[in-house]
């Protein structure tokens, strides 16, 4: 049961240029949620999704997309990488009514 | 005012002591609690979640209090293992998200 997994987990962007990270959860979740976090920061809302189909916007959605065209699946997209981007990045889902799961997390910079 | 706040540390103790730590809440409908424990660099990962009557797990005591909206997390006998960042989660009972607080330092001395 491999849980929640992110991939990459390290990528050196270079200004401008643009990837995707994927999340893949095995557990049936119906949310799914992308986060960064930044040193001495907590964790901060990027985008969420309620289900297959489904996107919302957390606090800091500038800059990313995002895509949930299978239930297992949270592709968050950079179109543009700024060094402002540089932060560590994780996904987690969750059932309803019940603490999340994150995965291990993708070590983004931005140079 | 801060969804949920908790106080940053770092808590300091040497092995075997107690440490105690509260995070509180804005939101009255707040339903759901959880401790989230997270290393250096590492993912959150669940350590316990809060129960209204209180509950334990180990060495490890969550209580809640709704009247004063905050909850704690007790650490019984530490071990240098305790050593991390201890998240404070909250959830609203229509919310799809969870609320984090920003974490309390906990570092366990020999």
């Known amino acids: 049961n491999a849980g929640v997994t992110q991939t990459p987990k390290f990528r050196v962007l270079k200004t401008g240029q643009s990837m995707t990270l994927l999340c893949a959860q095995d557990?049936?979740?119906?949310?799914m949620y992308w986060y960064r976090q930044d040193p001495g920061m907590g964790l901060r809302l990027i985008h969420y999704s309620v289900g297959e189909g489904t996107t919302a916007k957390g606090e800091v959605p500038d800059g990313y997309n995002v895509s949930r065209l299978k239930k297992q699946n949270f592709l968050l997209g950079l179109e543009s990488a700024a060094p402002s981007q540089t932060s560590v990045y994780f996904c987690?889902?969750?059932?309803?009514?019940?603490?999340?799961?994150f995965g291990s997390g993708t070590r983004l910079t931005v140079v | 005012r801060k969804e949920v706040e908790q106080d940053p540390g770092p808590f300091n103790v040497p092995e075997g002591a107690t440490v105690a730590f509260n995070c509180t809440y804005s939101?009255?409908?707040?339903?759901?609690f959880f401790w989230y424990r997270q290393d250096c660099r590492k993912e959150p990962k669940l350590l316990m979640s809060v129960y209204s009557s209180g509950n334990e797990d180990g060495r490890f005591t969550a209580q809640l209090n709704r009247a004063s909206q905050y909850i704690s997390l007790l650490i019984r006998d530490s071990k240098l293992s305790d050593s991390a960042t201890y998240l404070c989660?909250?959830?609203?009972?229509?919310?799809?998200?969870?609320?984090f607080g920003a974490g309390t330092t906990v570092t366990v001395r020999a």
């Open positions: 557990m049936n979740h119906e949310y």
């Open positions: 939101n009255s409908a707040s339903q759901s």
């Open positions: 989660v909250v959830l609203l009972s229509n919310d799809y998200k969870l609320s």
């Open positions: 987690a889902s969750r059932s309803y009514g019940y603490g999340y799961t």
